[in-house]
């Protein structure tokens, strides 16, 4: 080939350089399936273990002690009617949204809504918990409360702060009622 261009072949073997990475930020996925469980209830501590939804599908998934949790923002609508949990990261009125959401899709348990107060996490029964500002990620804390309800508890019942473990993040939330 060097001979057909008129060109002397290199004398040295070519310095491999990998091309770098291109700096990508990874979103949290939009709907995911979450197994949250009890570690210790005097301080309430909670450990998730965090599937792709599509894990759904899968014959050997428990949903016992699970729940699916949907983002509101997600663009596969047909992920609402089957959600446990569904979040909202940016509402202008959180008691309005979680009210309205829980009463158009009745399978849901437990919605959670960010507003300028923090994160208002209600059930389907009418308890409602508050996290206030500067808020910590009510998508996580959302289903650790979902267990601690499937655990026949109140959410009155649980302590001013909570930890939530989900892979290596410990996230610490302080409760406080809802206003009625």
């Known amino acids: 080939m060097y001979d057909l261009l008129g060109l002397s072949p290199p004398t040295t073997a070519p310095e491999d350089r990998p091309v770098p990475a291109p700096a990508v930020a990874l979103s949290d996925p939009r709907t995911t399936f979450v197994r949250a469980t009890i570690e210790s209830t005097d301080p309430a501590t909670f450990a998730l ?24 923002a997600n663009p596969r609508t047909e992920h609402l009617p089957l959600a ?78 909570v930890t939530v473990r989900s892979g290596a993040r410990d996230i610490r939330a302080t409760l406080e009622p809802a206003d009625p």
């Open 49 to 72: 273990e965090r599937r792709p939804s599509g894990s759904l599908r899968s014959p050997s998934t428990d949903r016992r002690d699970s729940c699916l949790v949907v983002d509101a």
């Open 84 to 161: 446990d949990v569904i979040v909202h990261h940016a509402v202008a009125d959180a008691e309005s949204w979680t009210t309205a959401t829980l009463a158009a899709l009745p399978g849901c348990q437990l919605a959670a809504a960010r507003d300028r107060r923090g994160w208002l996490i209600a059930g389907v029964d009418g308890q409602r918990i508050r996290v206030p500002a500067p808020a910590s990620d009510g998508a996580l804390l959302a289903p650790a409360l979902r267990a601690w309800l499937a655990d026949d508890r109140k959410l009155a019942e649980l302590p001013a702060t």
